[in-house]
């Protein structure tokens, strides 16, 4: 496992790129004049649904263009191919996944928070494990994310937070399934008896094997606070795209505000762009959710330097980064001039309470209504 986390970054930097983005990026601008943005990232999950759509639902507010691209694949390491290979603008991904680029002379940075805790779940099968400190024992079947993915450092950062003094490296049998309806199908199959799943896809697994048979052993916004996401984009592409990057984020953060106030909203957009739609029951589980955890930045100063420094530590211990990560600077690893942007645009600052109520500033981005 620990040598993963060094082959993988070679791989997404010097690998051909294996993956398909469908027809090729057109500069020329939008049909209402703006340049469009190409967002790509691997979560197809509830929680991201505001997010990554919300430059289609909410970017005429904010004079984006308004044919923006969304490509999503199963995998980070996918997605990181294409942005580095320059097919794509921007990339929602996990800190730590910037970080080892960086680290491999990348220069690439973030500039919007998109998720703050998250909404995962580890889960076992009861048959097997009843509690969080079994895992290290052999018998236990664990799957794991990519070394360098969300969830890989999810679990990292719990076992910290729960002083077990272990990391996914010190785990005996493990499987690596770097997409959550894997390990879904993988719990649901038997072929493993420990996985982080979605929320949303909690009650899924409960269904096809009965909930008496599945036990919760970490809930992560419960038992950890991070920084879980964020968009990241080349320092080349930001120079020249500043504003743009800017209002890109403050479209993301107004429709955070906008999906936490008005169940509705969210309700609307969740049924729309995940096929098939999804019981209006299991929405509302993770409206509660994400409004109860503050899973969805309504600010963008969450992405601090104290938040980098607990990913850095964390990353550092669990292999997944070199312990020269420490020497790197918060500018070496965020620009906050596109924050800055957005922060202006969506009104300034809220808190929870203003959300909650149903207080979202107007927006000032300059756009059509």
């Known amino acids: 496992m620990k040598h993963l986390a060094r082959m993988l970054i070679f791989v997404v930097i010097g690998g051909v790129l294996a993956v398909g983005c469908g027809d090729d990026d057109d500069d020329s601008g939008g049909s209402n004049g703006a340049k469009p943005v190409h967002l790509v990232g691997s979560s197809t999950g509830h929680a991201y649904i505001g997010q990554f759509h919300a430059a289609d639902i909410f970017g005429k ?9 969304v490509t999503q694949f199963e995998d980070e390491s996918a997605a990181t191919q294409v ?11 996990a800190v730590t996944q910037l970080i080892q680029l960086i680290e491999k002379d990348q220069d690439i940075k973030a500039f919007c ?4 805790d998250s909404t995962e779940q580890l889960v076992g099968l009861k048959d097997k494990i009843t509690s969080l400190d079994q895992i290290t024992d052999p018998d236990i079947r664990v799957a794991v994310d990519s070394p360098g993915g969300l969830v890989n450092f999810i679990m990292n950062l719990v076992f910290r937070e729960k002083g077990l003094g272990i990391t996914v490296g010190d785990l005996k049998n493990v499987t690596i399934l770097g997409d ?10 038997r072929q493993v008896d420990v996985g982080s799943v979605d929320l949303f896809e909690l009650p899924d697994l409960q269904k096809q094997i009965g909930a008496e048979n599945v036990t919760t052993l970490s809930v992560t916004a419960e038992d950890a606070d991070f920084v879980a996401n964020i968009y990241s984009a080349p320092t080349k592409w930001l120079d020249e795209n500043t504003d743009l990057a800017g ?3 403050a479209t993301t953060l107004y429709a955070n505000r906008v999906m936490a106030s008005d169940f509705d909203q969210y309700n609307d957009a969740v049924q729309k762009y995940l096929e098939g739609g999804v019981d209006e029951e299991i929405v509302k589980t993770n409206w509660d959710f994400a409004r109860k955890y503050e899973v969805w930045p309504y600010n963008a100063d969450v992405v601090s330097p104290e938040a980098i420094k607990t990913i850095i530590d964390v990353g550092i211990a ?10 790197l600077k918060f500018s070496d690893i965020v620009d906050t001039r596109p924050m ?12 929870a309470s203003d959300i909650t109520a149903g207080n979202v500033p107007a927006p000032k981005g300059g756009g059509g209504s």
């Open 61 to 69: 507010k904010f004079g984006l263009a308004d044919d923006n691209k």
């Open 83 to 93: 942005l580095v290979s320059g097919r794509a603008d921007i990339q929602s991904a």
């Open 113 to 116: 928070p998109v998720q703050i």
């Open 180 to 189: 959550g309806s894997q390990r879904l199908a993988a719990l649901a199959a």
């Open 247 to 249: 209002r890109y984020c």
């Open 318 to 327: 669990s292999d997944l980064l070199d312990a020269s990560a420490r020497d």
């Open 340 to 351: 800055d942007i957005a922060m202006d645009l969506v009104g300034g600052p809220v808190d």
